[in-house]
Nanobody, 120 residues
Framework: QIQLVESGGGSVQPGGSLTLSCVVSGNIVYEGLLMGWYRQAPGKQREMVAEITRTGTTNYPYEGSVRGRFTISRDNSKKMVYLQMKNLTPEDTAVYYC???????????WGRGTQVTVSS
């Protein structure tokens, strides 16, 4: 009954920008979710792109390639989370998933994903 729906994926040229959106619905307190974005490229493990707490504190991989290029944000009044992506490269091509971790439990909700393709 908890649903996360991503939107905004598509095809973009290298160096371009794209913004993804995720809306949460269902019988849950949205502010209780640690929201995040993950991505999975073909043949690779799913990796964390960014996370954001209920109060807006963000977390990015220290050694990841997305740091400095991707920005996560959330709007609790709209129950939405966003991922702004800039200076995209072909290596960013993947299915991007919206996630919500129900803290302090171990339960995580996932969206179905949205395809992002970066090619010339």
């Amino acid at each position: 009954q908890i649903q996360l729906v991503e939107s905004g994926g598509g095809s973009v040229q290298p160096g371009g920008s794209l913004t993804l959106s995720c809306v949460v619905s269902g019988n849950i307190v949205y502010e209780g979710l640690l929201m995040g974005w993950y991505r999975q490229a073909p043949g690779k493990q799913r990796e964390m792109v960014a996370e954001i707490t209920r109060t807006g504190t963000t977390n990015y991989p220290y050694e990841g390639s997305v740091r400095g290029r991707f920005t996560i944000s959330r709007d609790n009044s709209k129950k939405m989370v966003y991922l702004q992506m800039k200076n995209l490269t072909p290596e960013d091509t993947a299915v991007y998933y919206c996630s919500g971790k129900l803290l302090p439990t171990t339960t995580t909700y996932w969206g179905r994903g949205t395809q992002v393709t970066v090619s010339s």
